[in-house]
């Protein structure tokens, strides 16, 4: 079996489609020039027969009137004229005429038109009024030999007829022929380009979509077209390096932040190292004195001070470090409490943070990336306050029925602030958008917080009203762990 191999590229696809049309539409060209030169022949040869035709038409009116109106020379002359008209016209068009040869062959046209002519000049120079019975026999053979020659003359007319009407019938059916080859070659080659095209076409914009929400996934798309597939690796190889980028920005944001914490962690550490501090210089005082029991309330207070200092600087460490994604059962509460204390010190005094969070609430979730989630939601509620307010945050459990899948937790983080209006709300959640001044944010701490829900398999939405702040609903899975029964 023959295999067909097509060009490799879009524009060789096309530019053969040009190729193959312009082939049909020459074929076609050609044989509708062959047929329309066949048929100009025809239509001058025709002119040629409609001439014979009329000179023998003529030829017998004369003859009618010839015998009609008592022979005069007058009739006679012209009846020999149209004859000998005849006669050269087949004469100067006999490979015409031999086309006729089913009906009468050239030669026997021109015997037949000069028996005639012989039988009419024998007739005039005996003419004589009374009706002799070699004259009336005479007549008699003229009239036959005419009506012979005009009947050869009208089948040679009615098949020339023919001919042309044939060849105006082929020439129709050729260009038409033609017309519907290009016609469907076009509906077909375009269907196909279009096909080639608009499928990857469609395929990237759908991958594009994907990535303006946020997801990297590669775009696959079979075809053996150059361009495509040209295209098709040159998004992917952006895709690649956006990912990257994505991973150092979410990682830059997340040392920006860093500082923030470290402000808000200094007041922090600075009350155990206080105690620390005070604890060691009494110590150090009283190191001679003999009261055991208050030397080791004071160790038992520096060792629980160490312990809370550990404690925060391995908070720190833990959110500053980058790992993979892994999910353990964490009680919300404690969850919450803890990321508002990398916060403290960024909370205005005007601003009162409210938790309402039940103890027996635990979600199943990477600690490290939903703190940070969390943590940039809370921070966002905070600058939205602008000079006194609240920060509330609640949680509660949710029923199956209503829940993203199975069991699940809401969590709401709302504040009192001035809210967001309608026109940039749809827009939040877009990386690198941001309503703060230049140089106070890149736009992504809302967008890495959705990227981070949907990474744990929840959503997260926004509804604010101006004037009466904004709050974030959070839906996270809750799945069976190590300390839940069955």
């Known amino acids: 079996m023959i295999k067909i191999k097509f060009p490799s590229g879009i524009r060789q696809k096309i530019i053969l489609g040009y190729v193959v049309s312009i082939t049909v539409i020459i074929i076609g060209s050609v044989f509708t020039y062959i047929n329309l030169r066949a048929l100009e022949e025809k239509v001058v040869f025709g002119n040629v027969i409609s001439e014979f035709f009329d000179a023998i038409l003529e030829m017998s009116r004369f003859e009618k009137n010839y015998f009609l109106y008592g022979k005069k020379e007058d009739d006679y002359r012209e009846n020999l004229g149209f004859v000998n008209m005849a006669k050269e016209l087949v004469a100067e068009n006999r490979d015409g005429f031999k086309g006729f040869r089913s009906i009468a062959s050239v030669p026997e046209i021109e015997k037949a038109l000069d028996e005639y002519k012989e039988l009419m000049v024998k007739d005039f120079p005996g003419h004589k009024e009374d009706k002799s019975g070699n004259v009336a026999r005479l007549e008699a053979k003229i009239r036959a030999k005419g009506n012979e020659i005009v009947t050869i003359a009208e089948e040679i007319s009615k098949v020339e007829r023919r001919h042309i009407r044939k060849l105006l019938l082929s020439s129709q059916r050729i260009l038409i022929a033609s017309i519907s080859a290009f016609i469907l070659f076009s509906v077909v080659f ?30 696959s798309i079979n075809s053996s077209d150059r361009e495509i597939t040209s295209l098709r690796d040159a998004i992917n190889r952006m895709l690649r390096e956006l990912e990257w980028r994505q991973r150092h920005l979410v990682q830059s944001e997340k040392l920006a932040s860093l500082g923030t914490l470290l402000s808000g962690m200094a007041h922090e550490l600075n009350n155990p190292l206080s105690n620390i501090s005070t604890s060691c210089q009494i110590l150090h005082e009283e190191i001679e004195e003999a009261n055991i029991w208050y030397k080791k309330k004071l160790l038992s207070q520096i060792g629980e001070q160490t312990d809370r200092a550990r404690d925060i600087v391995r908070s720190i460490l833990e ?11 964490l009680s919300l509460k404690d969850l919450i409490n803890e990321t508002i204390l990398f916060v403290r010190g960024e909370v205005p005094t005007e601003v009162e943070i409210k938790v309402d969070v039940p103890d027996e609430i635990e979600i199943y979730a990477d600690k490290q990336r939903i703190q940070q989630a969390f943590l940039n939601l809370i921070k966002n509620a905070i600058e939205a306050v602008p000079l006194e307010g609240m920060v509330i945050i609640t949680a509660m459990d949710i029923p199956s029925e209503n829940a993203v899948r199975g069991g699940a937790v809401e969590i709401k983080i709302q504040d009192t602030g001035p809210g967001i209006s309608s026109e940039i709300l749809p827009r939040i959640f877009d990386p690198f958008f941001t309503t703060k001044d230049v140089g106070k944010g890149f736009g992504l701490g809302l967008f890495i917080t959705h990227g981070i829900i949907e990474e744990h398999e929840g959503s997260i939405k926004v509804t604010s009203l101006p004037g009466q702040g904004v709050a974030f609903l959070i839906q996270l899975p809750q799945e069976e762990g190590p300390g839940k029964g069955v």
């Open 190 to 219: 375009g269907y196909g380009l279009l096909r080639m095209v608009t499928k990857p076409l469609k395929l990237i914009e759908n991958s594009m979509e994907r990535i303006s929400g946020g997801g990297f996934d590669r775009v």
């Open 319 to 329: 959110f500053s470090r980058a790992k993979e994604l892994k999910k353990e059962l």
